[in-house]
C-alpha cells in the first residue's frame, strides 16, 4: 500500500490509501446502496403491516438522499476537480457503476410503491385520489383548500432575462412548466418555475365526510396540478414535470482560518441548501426538452437523472403513514421492560452503588438514564454534571433537564458537537440554550467529531467518615435521544467503578481543556488509542491461533471500511481465527475469499429496529474480553472522531451482551443476510417462520403483552 495526503473539505489533512489491489476491498459505495437493496426487501414482505411497509420504503429515500448529498457529491466534486465528469477515467467508471445500481434501486423502489404496496392500502380502504379518481364533491373541496391554503404561498416565475432561473433548494420540490401563448406583454416567454411551498404537509386528509368507510388522501402535489393553469390564465400548458434537486450538503470549514465554530458553521449552513447539483429528479412523463433543460441548468450528465413514476420525494409519504387509523396497519406499540436490577421511584445512585446496570434499548426503557439525570438536578449532594451531546432531537428532556440543574447552581458542562450532520443547527440552538443559564458549553473540536456518548454526576457523599466527591457514569454505544432509543438497538451502562469514572473524568478534561489525555487504565479512546488496541486484540487472536489454541473473534458494528482493521482481520483468518462480523451497512471487508479470508463470515441483520450496537468481542484464550463503543470500524471513527469503547468488567452483564447482542445474531435466519466475497447478500433462508434475533429480544425483555 501507498499512502497520500491531501487536505479534506474540512482543512484537516488526512491519509488516503491507493489500493493496489482493489480485489482485497468492496466498494464502500457499492456496498452503502446493497444495505439500501436490503432494507427494500422489507417493505416487500407480506408479513409486516402495510404502513411499514410504506414507512420502509420512505426510509430507503431518505437513505438515498443522504447517500447522494454525502458520498456522491464527494465524488462528482473530484470529477469536477480534475475535469473528468463524463470522460472516460477510473473514477467516472466508479460513478457510472454507482449511478446504475441506484437507477435499478429506484426502480424496483417504484414499482413496489405502485405494484404492490399502494393497492394493497387501497384494498385496506386507504387511497390516495388523484385529480381524475375525485368525485365533483372531493373537486370542488380540494379547489377550496387550493385556495385558501395554497394560493397565497405560490409565486410562480415566468423566465426571461429579468426573472433567470431561480435559486432551487435542497431537495425542495418544484414545478416546471412548458406553456404557449404570450405573455402579458406581448412576449412568447415559455418557460415558468412554481416552487411547492415547503410550510404546507404533502399529504393532506380529505373529511370523512367525503370519503365514507374509507381514508382518503391527496397529495399536495396534485391539488397544485389541478390548477397549474389557474395560475397562467390565457396560457396554454404544453408540458410540465415535477422536479427535485439533491445538493451537495457536506460543510466547510476550514480549521486554518476560523476562529469561532459556531459562527463559521452557521455562515455555512445558509450555503447548504445551493450547494453542487448531484441528482436531479423528475416525473416519468418529463418531457425530454424539459428534463435536458434542467439538466444543463444543473450541469448535471445524464447518468444524475431519475425518472420516477410517482411522488417525487418518498420521504414525504411518511405523513400518510402517521395518518393511518387502524391498528394492523402499524407494528403494535412497543412497551420497553424497566430493567430488573432498578426499582421505579427509588434513589438511582444507591442502586449504582450496588453494581453496574446493563440497559438494553429498545427493548428497555431509556427512562433510567432520564431518570439519573432529574434526580441528579434536584439532589443537593450533586455538584456538577459533565455530558456529551451528539443528537438530541428537538425538544429533548435531557436538555431541559440541563438547563434546570444550572439554574439550580449546578456546575453543568456540556460538550456539544455542532458537526453532528443535519443536525448543526439543532445544536447551535441548544448550545445557545444552554449557554444563557450559566452552563459551560465547549464546541468539541474542529475536523474531530466529539461523537463518544458520555455522562459522569459527581455526587458529595460521606465515605468513611470523609466526605468525598463520588462519580457515577452513563456510556452509551447510541445517541442521548429518547426518539431513537425506541427505534435503535443500543447498550448502555450505568456505573460507579472508580477505574471507569477515572478514565471517563480524563477524558471530559481532554475534551475541554485540550491537554493530552493521561494515561487511561480501561477506555479506549480515538483517535489515540482505539484502533491500536482493536488491532492489537485481533493480533492476539492470530497468536493464539498460530499457536495450535482456538482464537475467535465477533464484532457488530454498523460499518467496517477501515482498511487497517481488515488487513488484520485477513492476518487472523489466514492464522485459522474463526471470526463472525455482524456488520449492518457498508461492509468493504471480502469474506470467504480462500488464502484471506475464507475464516471470516459476514452477515447483515435487517429488521424491525434499526441495528445500532457497536460490540467487539475477543476470546482472548478462554478468558472472553467483551467491549462495548460508540465506534464503527471506519477510518472516520478510528482516526478523526473522539470516541470510546469499554470493558463490560462483570461477569454476569457480560454474559448479558454475548446472549442478547451477538448469539441471536449469530443464529438469525429471518432478517439476516449473508456477505459472499462478491459483494453480494444472500437473502435470509425463512422470513416468516425463522429464527428472528428481534423478536426474540422482544418476546424475553419487553414487557410481555400483545406488543411483545
Not at 488526512?14 to 489500493?19: A, E, G, K, L
Not at 444495505?35 to 407480506?46: P, S, Y
Not at 418518498?314 to 402517521?322: E, H, I, T, W
Request: net charge positive; aromatic share 8%.
Amino acid at each position: 500500500m501507498l499512502a497520500t495526503e491531501r487536505p479534506s473539505r474540512q482543512g484537516v489533512k488526512i491519509t488516503n490509501v491507493v489500493r493496489l489491489n482493489s480485489q482485497r476491498f468492496l466498494n464502500r459505495e457499492l456496498s452503502q446502496l446493497a444495505f439500501n437493496e436490503r432494507v427494500l426487501t422489507l417493505a416487500q414482505r407480506t408479513g409486516v403491516p402495510l404502513g411499514e411497509r410504506l414507512r420502509f420504503l420512505c426510509i430507503v429515500s431518505a437513505n438515498l438522499d443522504e447517500f447522494f448529498e454525502i458520498r456522491v457529491s464527494d465524488l462528482m466534486d473530484k470529477l469536477r476537480e480534475s475535469s473528468e465528469l463524463g470522460a472516460a477515467s477510473p473514477q467516472w467508471e466508479t460513478f457510472v457503476q454507482i449511478s446504475e445500481r441506484a437507477h435499478v434501486l429506484v426502480d424496483q423502489q417504484y414499482a413496489l410503491y405502485n405494484q404492490k404496496v399502494m393497492p394493497a392500502l387501497a384494498h385496506s380502504h386507504v387511497v390516495i385520489l388523484n385529480h381524475k379518481q375525485r368525485s365533483p364533491q372531493q373537486r370542488a373541496w380540494v379547489r377550496d383548500y387550493y385556495r385558501r391554503e395554497v394560493l397565497p404561498l405560490l409565486s410562480p416565475i415566468g423566465l426571461d432575462p429579468s426573472h433567470p432561473f431561480p435559486q432551487v433548494m435542497n431537495k425542495a420540490l418544484n414545478f416546471i412548466v412548458q406553456l404557449q401563448g404570450k405573455d402579458a406583454f406581448g412576449r412568447p416567454s415559455a418557460i415558468a418555475i412554481v416552487k411547492v411551498p415547503r410550510a404546507l404537509p404533502r399529504v393532506i386528509a380529505l373529511p370523512q365526510a367525503l370519503a365514507p368507510g374509507r381514508q382518503a388522501f391527496v397529495l399536495l402535489s396534485s391539488v397544485i396540478r389541478a390548477h397549474l393553469t389557474d395560475l397562467f390564465p390565457r396560457r396554454t400548458l404544453a408540458g410540465f414535470s415535477q422536479f427535485r434537486v439533491t445538493r451537495d450538503s457536506d460543510l466547510w470549514v476550514d480549521e486554518r482560518e476560523v476562529s469561532n465554530l459556531r459562527e463559521a458553521l452557521q455562515f455555512e449552513l445558509t450555503q447548504r441548501h445551493f450547494g453542487n447539483a448531484v441528482r436531479l429528479e423528475v416525473l416519468r412523463t418529463c418531457p425530454p426538452h424539459l428534463e435536458e433543460l434542467l439538466r444543463d441548468q444543473f450541469h448535471l450528465p445524464h447518468e444524475a437523472v431519475y425518472r420516477v413514476e410517482g411522488p417525487v420525494n418518498l420521504v414525504r409519504m411518511n405523513q400518510l403513514v402517521d395518518h393511518l387509523l387502524r391498528p394492523e396497519h402499524r407494528f403494535p406499540p412497543l412497551l420497553p421492560a424497566w430493567p430488573a436490577r432498578l426499582t421505579q421511584g427509588a434513589d438511582i445512585f444507591e442502586a449504582i452503588r450496588r453494581g453496574d446496570i446493563l440497559l438494553h434499548h429498545p427493548f428497555e426503557s431509556f427512562e433510567p438514564v432520564i431518570e439519573m439525570l432529574r434526580q441528579a438536578t434536584v439532589d443537593p449532594q450533586v455538584v456538577a454534571i459533565r455530558m456529551t451531546l451528539y443528537r438530541t432531537g428537538t425538544g429533548s428532556v435531557l436538555v431541559d433537564l440541563l438547563e434546570d440543574a444550572a439554574r439550580r447552581g449546578k456546575e453543568v458542562t456540556v460538550v456539544v458537537e455542532l458537526q453532528a450532520r443535519f443536525d448543526e443547527e439543532a445544536n447551535i440552538n441548544l448550545a445557545e440554550r444552554l449557554e444563557a443559564v450559566g452552563a459551560q458549553v465547549v464546541y468539541g473540536l474542529v475536523g474531530m467529531k466529539t461523537h463518544a456518548k458520555l455522562m459522569q454526576i459527581v455526587r458529595r457523599e460521606e465515605r468513611r467518615g470523609r466526605i468525598r466527591l463520588i462519580p457515577y457514569v452513563h456510556l452509551g454505544t447510541g445517541n442521548y435521544h429518547p426518539t431513537t432509543t425506541k427505534l435503535y438497538t443500543d447498550f448502555g451502562m450505568l456505573t460507579a467503578e472508580r477505574a471507569i469514572c477515572a478514565d471517563v473524568e480524563k477524558i471530559f478534561m481532554h475534551l475541554t481543556s485540550l491537554t493530552r489525555v493521561q494515561r487511561l487504565r480501561h477506555l479506549w479512546l480515538a483517535p489515540f488509542t482505539l484502533q491500536k488496541r482493536i488491532i492489537a486484540a485481533i493480533a492476539y487472536e492470530g497468536r493464539l491461533a498460530r499457536a495450535g489454541n482456538a482464537g475467535r473473534i465477533i464484532a457488530k458494528v454498523n460499518a467496517l471500511s477501515d482498511e487497517a482493521t481488515i488487513n488484520a482481520l485477513y492476518e487472523a483468518s489466514k492464522a485459522g481465527v474463526s471470526i463472525d462480523l455482524i456488520v449492518r451497512g457498508a461492509c468493504s471487508l471480502r469474506p470467504g475469499v480462500p488464502g484471506l479470508s475464507e475464516n471470516i463470515r459476514v452477515r447483515s441483520v435487517i429488521g424491525r429496529f434499526l441495528e445500532h450496537h457497536r460490540i467487539y468481542y475477543f476470546g482472548a484464550g478462554g478468558t472472553a474480553q467483551v467491549y462495548l463503543a460508540s465506534a464503527d470500524w471506519m477510518g472516520r471513527n478510528l482516526l478523526r472522531r473522539i470516541e470510546i469503547a469499554w470493558p463490560v468488567l462483570d461477569p454476569v452483564l457480560r454474559a448479558r451482551v454475548i446472549d442478547e447482542g451477538l448469539k441471536p445474531y449469530l443464529h438469525d435466519t429471518a432478517d439476516a443476510w449473508i456477505l459472499g466475497p462478491s459483494g453480494r447478500y444472500a437473502g435470509p433462508r425463512s422470513t416468516g417462520t425463522g429464527f428472528s434475533a428481534q423478536r426474540s429480544l422482544l418476546s424475553s425483555l419487553a414487557q410481555q403483552s400483545e406488543a411483545a
